[in-house]
């Protein structure tokens, strides 16, 4: 699988050039060694057929939402590995890890830094902007909609945890897709930006595996989550 993820950072890397390291970095990488806006489609217009549909389903989620699903979906608002626990075991937390609490803290950086630009490039307004119906039942963020950053972000969690823990791979992505659901049904993300996360995700995963400062870091990670929960090395 891993082999799989390095050819896709190869094939990308090739696609598009490289501009150097100079700037802020994560691991190993810079915000300019991948051109998601090359990459994604741009997203629905306002106004366009498939954002009226977009539209109409938000606004049945936010009709038949349930508290406990509220309530979940305002608990994966935070971005942290450990919400995927539920997932692997009670033994995954940062008290337990905190070699891989920091490791994933970083990833999540690393995730942000490389999903910036085509943040910025986008600039999709939140769907609570467009229709004031609309209202969500978890906090407004501040920057664009498109694509999702915490679609990203649970997209490059659950492979590297599936990778990390194969024994759980099955339940660990069942998991990043009800994380991912959860910005759709909290009424502030559209599903194509949840798509767009996915796909910029998974991208993020194969450059972050090509990544010798990674790689170094991930193998501390998975050493110390595997030795916790008691799983051969």
Known sequence: ?????????????????????AGEQAFGLTAKQIDLVRLLPPPPAVGSARQREEMALLMTLQQSRTPAQVALAQADAMRSVFRFADAISPAFSAAELPVTAAFFDKVRHAADLLLGPAKKHFDRPRPYASNPALTPCLHRPGNASYPSGHSTFATVISILLANMLPEDADAIYARAEVYRFNRELGGVHYPSDVTAGRIAGTVIAALLFDDPAFTEAYAKARAETRRVLGLPQ
Request: charged content about 10%.
């Open 1 to 21: 699988m891993r082999q799989a993820f390095r050819l896709l950072a190869l094939l990308l890397l090739l696609a598009v050039p490289c501009t150097g390291q």
